[in-house]
């Protein structure tokens, strides 16, 4: 077994069939969670509830103005008609007007509200979701290199190989898989050294003139780069 120490493990409880991600306060916080772990179920569902409360409100707000909007309306034109004066219809329906127009104001910006606030929602999950998959993969990819040093072998090779014209002073690999990369690259076999900083499933070329950094965490941190990028959280 590897001595190197695995990354990016998450927990799973025996309650979910889901992976397990641990949310920091800023995202618990900005989704409305209530704890500091939850599934990518959870999150969305959250996110859902929060965006639905909000029109929901933003609904009642609207029929609460509709309905003392129409009562003032009617009043003043009772007010108006008893007193027969038009004057005082007119200032009646002034008054309606103002007022309504004040509701309509409250109306529109809590529309705008939850819209911000949805939007808000979707791109933090967009974000944690990005997150939670990269763990998906850092673990996954992990127990497959640590299960098929071949694979290892691979990935060294195809570094050789980006490296092929230029001096290549050391390829250096994991320990456990030395041994392999020597037997498959004949050519380089007296550059591949062992390197327990190096985790199994990649390898760094020294060159003359710099390195090729070609580790399993170099690759998937590139992997992760993309995907916030592509998420909008890339900072």
């Not at 705008?112 to 949805?118: K, L, N, P, Q």
């Not at 694979?151 to 392999?180: F, G, K």
């Amino acid at each position: 077994m590897s001595s190197s120490p695995r990354r990016g493990r998450i927990l799973q409880t025996d309650y979910s069939g889901e992976d397990v991600f641990v949310l920091g306060q800023d995202v618990r916080r900005a989704i409305d969670h209530p704890e500091a772990m939850a599934t990518a179920t959870s999150l969305v569902l959250a996110a859902e509830t929060r965006q639905r409360r909000a029109e929901e409100e933003a609904e009642a707000l609207l029929a609460a103005a509709r309905t003392e909007a129409e009562s003032l309306r009617e009043a003043a034109r009772r007010d108006g008609w008893e007193a027969g004066h038009a004057e005082g219809l007119i200032a009646g329906r002034a008054d309606v007007d103002a007022e309504y127009r004040r509701h309509l104001e409250v109306i529109r910006r809590a529309a705008e509200e939850g819209r911000a606030i949805r939007d808000g929602i979707v791109d933090q999950s967009a974000a944690v979701i990005a997150r939670a998959a990269m763990l998906v993969v850092r673990r996954v990819v992990g127990e497959y290199y640590e299960s098929d040093p071949a694979a290892t072998v691979l990935a060294a090779e195809q570094a050789a190989r980006a490296a092929a014209t230029q001096q290549i002073v050391s390829l250096r690999v994991h320990p456990s898989v030395t041994a392999n990369v020597q037997a498959r690259l004949t050519d380089l076999a007296d550059v591949v050294v062992g390197d327990e900083a190096v985790e199994i499933g990649g390898c760094i070329v020294d060159l003359a003139h710099g390195s090729i950094d070609a580790t399993l965490d170099g690759r998937i941190s590139m992997m992760e780069l993309a995907l916030q990028r592509a998420s909008g959280s890339a900072q």
